[in-house]
């Protein structure tokens, strides 16, 4: 935390290494500016600054927002240390001062696992004023269950390039501005980092790899398009497969994947926590086509993540032999 405020008040710079969720890690160069008008345009949206809870990694941009958000609200985060586990959350998040706004920044791995335990872990999600959900796409059942549940769930949409999200359900943070370029993602504004190390600046502006959609004015994110599964010649969007499967009896989470094939080019693959039955899978044909069933499943224990608590596809990919 007193490197994090020396940068920010020298206006140094601060790196960061993206997931590397579908490619090769890069080192992200992020001014103080940058990150400072994050902070502020998050406690702006949320209703002035609070007091965190900080529940992953700060080598991560989420992570690290959590420290700069603090800094500037002058609090000191409370910190789950350890594994993310139900006694482990509620400890942390007992911690976090209740004389004012309450916030955690969470991936949708952990909203899901929160909603599984229930309980005294639920009544913990459920005390906290805002709830930001970013990281991965969130499946709308599960962001239902959540509101249902009372957990105040905020989505957010950015990576490390635009220091952490700056879409709050689906409206950009105050500066920041969304087009899309032949339905991809573009994004400018302060929060704009500086660029990759050992390459070209930026130039205010950063084309994401996703694919979106405006719906009464609102950003739809669809998924990344290198993520496209091409099957013989029809195209399936994961995500599209994730959100029918999570909306089925005892399928608890999901990761859709293409995995190749010598005849189709590539066939759709599912890993699954829970049940996948028939019904489920025909409920994918029915809203989507035959092309998005998956032909090939695995069910697991859990789902692989990468160290920033995102699931890693490409392990997923390797159950099936293709990572």
Request: charged share 20%; with cysteine; net charge negative.
């Given at each position: 935390m007193e490197r994090l405020r020396a940068v920010l008040e020298s206006s140094g710079v601060w790196t960061v290494r993206t997931s590397g969720s579908t490619g090769t890690p890069k080192t992200v160069?992020?001014?103080?500016?940058?990150?400072?008008a994050s902070a502020h345009a998050t406690h702006a949206r949320l209703g002035g600054p609070g007091a965190w809870l900080l529940?992953?990694?700060?080598?991560?941009?989420a992570g690290l927002q959590v420290q700069v958000r603090s800094l500037v609200a002058g609090t000191v985060p409370s910190v789950l240390t350890g594994p993310f586990r139900g006694p482990s959350f509620v400890a942390a998040a007992s911690a976090v001062p209740a004389d004012g706004p309450r916030y955690t920044s969470l991936v949708p791995t952990q909203l899901t696992r929160v909603l599984s335990w229930g309980g005294s872990?639920?009544?913990?999600?459920?005390?906290?004023?805002?709830?930001?959900?970013g990281g991965a796409a969130l499946a709308s059942p599960v962001l239902d269950a959540a509101r249902e549940a009372g957990v105040r769930v905020v989505t957010t949409y950015g990576m490390t390039e635009t220091a952490g999200g700056c879409v709050y359900d689906g409206v950009p943070l105050d500066g920041v501005s969304v087009e899309l370029v032949d339905g991809v993602i573009r994004i400018g504004g302060p929060t704009?980092?500086?660029?990759?190390?050992?390459?070209?600046?930026?130039?205010?502006?950063?084309?994401t790899s996703d694919l979106g959609e405006f719906v009464d004015g609102r950003l739809r994110v669809l998924g990344r398009a290198d993520d496209v599964i091409n099957t013989g010649g029809e195209k399936v969007a994961p995500a599209s497969v994730e959100?029918?499967?999570?909306?089925?009896?005892?399928?608890?989470?999901?990761?859709?994947?293409g995995v190749p094939?010598?005849?189709?080019?590539q066939r759709v693959a599912a890993a699954v926590v829970g049940d996948l039955t028939e019904t489920a899978l025909s409920a994918v044909r029915t809203a989507l086509g035959a092309a998005a069933v998956p032909r090939r499943v695995a069910v697991v224990d859990a789902l692989?993540?990468?160290?920033?608590?995102?699931?890693?596809r490409a392990a997923v990919a390797g159950l099936f032999g293709a990572g």
């Open positions: 160069l992020l001014s103080a500016s940058c990150l400072l529940a992953l990694p700060t080598d991560h941009i872990a639920l009544a913990a999600l459920r005390s906290f004023d805002a709830v930001l959900v704009v980092a500086i660029g990759y190390a050992d390459s070209p600046p930026f130039d205010g502006w950063f084309t959100a029918v499967l999570l909306a089925q009896p005892g399928v608890r989470e999901v990761c859709v994947v094939d010598p005849e189709w080019g692989p993540e990468k160290d920033s608590g995102k699931v890693d």
